[in-house]
């Protein structure tokens, strides 16, 4: 009889009370990926894992020294960086870099972009110090800083790497501020720019460039990855490997099965497995709070940073040549959500400006950039810890 009931006994006491607010967390992550359509093949599953892995005596996560499925897959997923990294290769197979290629000004925008990451790494770092029971040293700082690379498989990477204690905080607040892009750009676009800025046309820019460029870009970018910054070619080789099947033209099928297949598989699987890591006695705890502050942090300056970078440009630009401020909103990472809202945001103020093709470059550039900060943090961290 006890061990019929062993599962609502388990839930007595603070412990218990911690796992059912954690399985209403869960719930909630799910009726947000339902009903708000929030990021809804990441935060599902992410919520269901969370559910599953608190539930009493976590056996689909571990019991008695046994591993359960979700320990496996976590060990074989995101322990070893695997399921980033096939990602990362998926994505890219679906992304274009031909509108960047038209205008590589925007290119800039998806480093200024980018902005948000140290300025929260450097946040993190002092909150650290300040407060040393949070234990926000500079590798956990800059785990917390790439949540504003918008970029969700980047920032489970890192945090892999130097927070693994903070995986499951750090993982919802990428994925939840990337779903929650067309609150939280707005308000800040409308902030920094005035109307006046915000209707201004861009010249479209219709250039051509060779066809070979689309299959030397990503080779190029990969060797000059691997030889600056050596920490960032698992990174950097998935993205373009998965972008030159795209692009080389031989490989047809291998591309919808990356944009398609290995897309819904590996996303599937990466949800559910980013849930087990959102145990009760892990994220229920003051760190939480503040890492999910301070990746709004990140995003806000991330936005800013590109908006006020094209108000620098407009500076040497003369009239009638100028860039809508509100494009540089788009280099970060979160495509092509960002690109979106930049125009919906320009039809608002004036039905006749349209800047998507522009916001699309500086939001594929932007898809890169996070990639190469990343890259950096990988690169630089362990050199600065003596390691």
Known sequence: ???????????????????????????????????????????????????????????????EGAPGFLKILFEAGIATELFPVLIFIAVEAMCDFGPMFQNPVMMFFGAAAQFGIFFTVLAALALGRAFPQL???????????????????TSIYVASKFARPYLGPISVAAYSYMSLVPLIQPPVIKALTSKK?????????????PRGLRIVFPIAVTVIAGLVAPMSVPLIGSLMFGNLIRECGVLEKLSLAAQNELASIVTLLLGITIGSSMRADQFLRPQTLIILALGLVAFIFDTAGGVLFAKFLNLFRKEGDKINPMVGAAGISA???????????????????????????????????????????LALVPVLMGW
């Open 135 to 153: 234990g926000f040293d500079l590798p956990t700082a800059s785990a917390i800083g790439i949540i504003g690379a918008a970029d969700g498989p």
């Open 197 to 209: 800025e915000r209707v201004i046309k861009m010249k479209i820019n219709t250039a051509s460039y």
């Open 1 to 63: 009889m006890n061990d019929l009931f062993i599962g609502f006994t388990s839930l007595a006491g603070t412990d218990g009370i911690l796992r059912i607010l954690m399985m209403l967390i869960g719930i909630l992550l799910i009726w947000l990926a339902i009903k708000k359509e929030y990021e809804p093949m990441l935060l599902l599953p992410i919520g269901f894992g969370a559910i599953l892995v608190n539930l009493p005596l976590s056996v689909a996560f571990e019991y």
């Open 335 to 377: 495509f092509p959500m960002s690109a979106r809202v930049i125009q919906k945001l320009a039809t608002a103020e004036d039905g006749n400006t349209f800047v998507i093709m522009e916001a699309v470059s500086a939001n594929v550039s932007g898809q890169l950039g996070s990639v190469m900060a990343g890259g950096i943090v």
